[in-house]
């Protein structure tokens, strides 16, 4: 008989899926079209889906899933840049949103900015011109290989986010010192980019400028945990679940919605304390290393974090295996009793997340306007404005 040297848990099991996919990645680089891509790119369900039926780690197969379309982005990259000359300028592609925390699901749409340097000759306005066709291209080619134009508008291709770095430094300053209601939705989108192709210092100098306007910002850490606490768990005062009453997803949870409450609570509290992971459960962990988190906190956050992103992904596996359109809506009904025990438990330690920004970032914030009194509102213009965190003396 043969000697046991070794005993392989469900973790090493896992490995042996993902290993064969390096296969793809070879496959990936080589390939010479966006049609070719996007016969690629329909293989990743089918990759994922025995992982996710044995109970792999929601995050880990969230992070395959950007992986393979992070790979597709740079060959299609690779692929226009052959046929498009550009002038001895660095740039940085980056993706944002859920494509920067590498949290892509099975219907993540396109979601990427354009970081141009300055030429000595060139006018930034003739480079943007050059990039901003270079960009068009790029997301052309992204939707035709199977990730969809964004329907925000938050690409390349648009002139607003295709841009030279000191622009971007403005942008970034202009979010954090003036807290109105379309800046905290841009800094919700923007403050998760990750370089996907090009020039790794453009990106370094813009990250950390960007930190170095954080510090001291009293009062946009207020505003972003004020926006964060608007995002309500679906669960009533009675402990049942809150679904969608009118419409095509009436009876349904957007599964997207309780998700964007945990990657908010954990980005809020790494930008207060300079962490510049950008995945939820990098920056979880990364939270209690430093003991931000307790180890409770950090343990359920990332439990919510990963059953819901697991739910999210069966959903629309299953979707896909039935050739329907990928969704967020997860129908309740369908669901038994003891099914919805679990989800009922998480929405339900979810309003734990309000008390803690509320506790850490909104009491005690007192600004004082001496134009108008106690002054609360992010689009305040005295001049004289005294507020906490927003001081006209206030080095911007």
Known sequence: MGKIVGVLGKNNLFGVYVNPSEGLEVVIDNCRSAKELGI????????????????????????????????????????????????????????????????????????????????????????????????????????????????????????????????????FVDWIVNAEPENILNITVFFDLRIIYGDQHLFDELEESIFEALKGRTAFFYFLAQTANSFKPSINVFGNLITERMGKHSETIDIKNPLASVNMFAGIFALHNDIRVKGTIERVNALRAIEVFSQVTADEVAFHFNFLMQQRLMHQLSQVNNKKSVNNHII????????????????????????????????????????????????????????????????Q
Request: charged share 20%; hydrophobic share 35%; glycine share 10%.
């Open 40 to 171: 690629l790119r329909k293989k990743i369900p089918g990759l994922i889906g025995p992982i996710l039926h044995d109970g792999g780690n929601a995050t880990t197969i969230s992070n395959i899933i950007s992986g393979y379309s992070h790979r597709i982005t740079r060959r299609i990259i690779e692929l226009v840049l052959k046929e498009n000359e550009l002038p001895e300028v660095p740039f940085a592609f980056v993706s944002i949103g859920s494509a920067g925390r590498e949290e892509l699901a099975l219907n993540s749409d396109q979601d990427n900015a354009i970081i141009f340097g300055e030429h000595p000759i060139i006018s930034n306005e003739e480079l943007q011109q050059r990039f901003l066709g270079l960009g068009e291209k790029i997301c052309a080619d992204l939707d035709e290989s199977g990730l969809p134009l964004c329907n925000g508008g938050y690409m390349d291709s648009n002139p607003k986010w295709c841009q030279p770095l000191s622009v971007w430094k403005a942008y």
């Open 332 to 395: 309740i009904k369908k669901l038994t009793e003891m099914e919805l025990m679990i989800p009922k438990k998480v929405f339900s330690q979810m309003n734990g997340y309000h008390d803690s920004l509320s506790a850490t970032f909104m009491s005690g914030f007192k600004g004082f306007c001496q134009s108008s009194g106690f002054c609360f509102v992010a689009t305040c213009r005295h001049a004289k404005c005294e507020r906490l965190g927003f001081l006209s003396s206030e080095k």
